[in-house]
């Protein structure tokens, strides 16, 4: 089994393990806490190719009976190697693990641990660093202080203890630098991973977990982060990190030689080294076995001794308990997450602005292509003309929107992991903030291609034809967005999401009703016609405009019709069945928000 090393570094700081609030220089007060775990077990289930490899049992041990204590002022560094189980370790004290079963005692400051009450005190700073791309260093920070703040901390107190922490990770400077892509654009690499330790001290925390936070970086980057970790500690907060190949400056800290082991040379690698001595090749050379000496040693009982202390309440201590689940309550999160989208979207001009410039194009295209057709509508041929004009407004630029929003949700949704696993709020408010962003575009989307299409096309310039046809159009866009964005939250990823919006677009485009009208679609396929939402946005367009029309329609080798009557005998099409078509749009618009909002809520992609 791959060795993990636990060391720990004391810093000096006068306040104790005690229920009394800390400053540190910070403007407002946190609870030091202990946490003590003993005898922790973590097993998953045997994955299929290791069974096909042979392995016949069904469960995989990747803890075995781990325990240890991390203290206030106290940095504990887990060290090993790669697939020596730190981060594991550390998932599993945090309640980061989404599968898996795990036993042993995990308390805090001597009392049971509860994942619900330990998310409103911890941090916890991922070895990827996702954030929202489209917001600045200050505006990430702020967002991140509003939701997990303690409600009762004012707006003022809460911006001033923002920039406070902002000068201890040393991102004052960069606050109005946007954080962009990795790789791409924005913040490098230790800036972002500032960022990240940022975001999670600037709610309060008393514990703070940080996976690798120097992996990646070169020495001085390193040099960098790792001033920021100690500044972290200096505040009495209880921090631990994981670290893959350490310096030798840092190494050399919590080096603590077992008698017999060869001491690290000058300049030698500290994560090559460790695997030399540590090796099964090592103990069979020094006839010696390390968990033996270790489960033998002082230094066990001196840790179960402390373990076995800080498993035990202090006089005067009370168990943490928070009123509510979330700091804030839903108002103040769905205002917050809205402030959040609203930024994200009026800094994405990639999105947007190709938004409304596709949108200016295709109703010029359109325009031009189907000139003044509204003006003349005296054969059967002028009707199925304006009925392809409202085929290709509606679908082309509709099925556009469905497919350009589903990378802008697919980010945002790995951010929205991140930021759940946090308790930062309940998920419908998320879901209501970032569809109510996207409702506000796409409204003033429509009303552009509205106008466009409405006054080139020349359909007939009547208040109640317009705003049927503005609604109609609006209401498309916000369908065919709301289920681009549904089915992102249904799959695992935006490339399967888009490869399900290549089958169904088409099959929307067939049964809309122009290609095949709906009395000609075969009885045993009518039903998908009624399911299609397109269908009942051409049928609402025409419907409107021309089913109260009762001027005559030429019939080639018939008699003249009137353009009413020809609706309801060959199209279906009749003007009483509007305010159907009305709630059926509004049924769709609702139906694909609460899937999108449910599977954020329930689904989980991110397995840890």
Avoid at 251 to 259: G, K, N, Q, V, W
Avoid at 558 to 572: A, R, T
Wanted: proline letters at 5%; a neutral charge.
């Amino acid at each position: 089994m791959k060795r993990m090393i636990m060391r720990q570094v004391e810093i000096k700081c006068t306040n104790g393990d005690t229920n009394t609030p800390t400053h540190s220089g910070i403007a407002l007060p946190f609870h030091p806490l202990s946490l003590s775990f003993n005898h922790i077990n973590y097993c998953v289930d045997m994955p299929a190719e290791m069974k096909e490899q042979g392995f016949a049992e069904n469960r995989l041990q990747l803890l075995t009976d781990i325990s240890g204590a991390f203290r206030p002022a106290v940095l504990t560094a887990l060290v090993g190697m790669s697939g020596a189980g730190k981060t594991t370790l550390m998932d599993v004290l945090a309640g980061r693990k989404t599968s898996g079963s795990i036993e042993g005692s995990i308390t805090l400051s001597g009392y049971p641990k509860n994942q619900e009450t330990f998310a409103r005190i911890s941090g916890y700073c991922e070895q990827t660093d996702i954030h929202s791309p489209n917001v600045t260093v200050y505006e990430s920070i702020l967002y991140s202080a509003w939701l997990r703040l303690s409600s009762d901390v004012d707006e003022t107190t809460r911006k001033m203890f923002v920039e406070e922490v902002m000068t201890l990770v040393e991102l004052d400077v960069l606050r109005n630098t946007m954080v962009g892509l990795p790789g791409f654009d924005g913040l490098s690499t230790e800036q972002r991973k500032r960022l990240t330790i940022a975001v999670e001290l600037v709610s309060n925390p008393s514990i703070i977990f940080m996976d690798e936070p120097t992996s990646g970086l070169d020495a001085r980057a390193a040099a960098i982060v790792m001033r920021v970790v100690r500044n972290t500690v200096n505040t009495g907060r209880t921090v631990v990190c994981t670290i893959h190949q350490p310096s030798i400056d840092i190494f050399e800290s919590f080096d603590d030689a077992i008698p017999g082991v060869a001491k690290i040379t000058e300049g030698y690698n500290p994560a090559t080294w460790m695997l030399e001595v540590s090796s099964p090749l090592a103990e069979a050379r020094l006839g010696i076995n390390f968990a033996e000496i270790y489960a033998n040693s002082p230094l066990y009982m001196e840790n179960q001794e402390l373990i076995k202390e800080l498993s035990v309440p202090l006089p005067g201590y009370e168990d943490l308990s928070f009123p509510t689940k979330y700091s804030q309550n839903f108002y103040n999160q769905c205002i917050a997450n809205f402030w959040k989208q609203y930024k994200s979207y009026w800094k994405n001009p990639p999105y947007n602005v190709m938004r409304y410039l596709m949108t200016v194009l295709n109703g010029l295209v359109f325009g031009t292509v189907f000139w003044k057709k509204g003006t003349k509508l005296e054969s059967q041929q002028d009707l199925f003309n304006l009925l392809g004009a409202t085929y290709a407004a509606v679908f082309f630029l509709g099925a556009s929107n469905c497919i350009t929003v589903q990378p802008v949700v697919a980010i945002e949704r790995t951010v929205f992991y991140r930021e759940r696993a946090a308790g930062m709020y309940s998920p419908l408010s998320y879901a209501l903030a970032q569809t109510g962003v996207e409702i506000i575009y796409n409204i003033l989307q429509g009303c552009l291609y509205t106008i466009i299409i409405y006054s080139m096309i020349g359909y007939e310039w009547k208040a109640d034809k317009f705003f049927y046809f503005l609604f109609f159009i609006i209401a498309s866009f916000n369908y065919f967005s709301l289920f681009g964005m549904m089915l992102v939250a249904l799959t695992p990823s935006a490339l399967l999401a888009n490869i399900i919006i290549s089958f169904v677009l088409p099959l929307w485009n067939l049964f809309a009703g122009f290609l095949i009208v709906r009395p000609a679609i075969p009885i045993w396929w009518r039903w998908y016609y009624w399911a299609n939402p397109v269908s009942w946005t051409i049928y609402g367009v025409v419907a409107s405009q021309f089913g109260k029309n009762n001027n005559s329609l030429s019939i080639p080798g018939g008699s003249p019709i009137v353009v009413k009557k020809f609706l309801e005998d060959n199209l279906g099409i009749n003007h009483d069945f509007l305010g159907y078509v009305v709630l059926a749009h509004f049924s769709y618009a609702i139906g694909f928000y609460f899937v999108f909002a449910y599977s954020i809520k329930v689904l989980n992609f991110q397995k840890r």
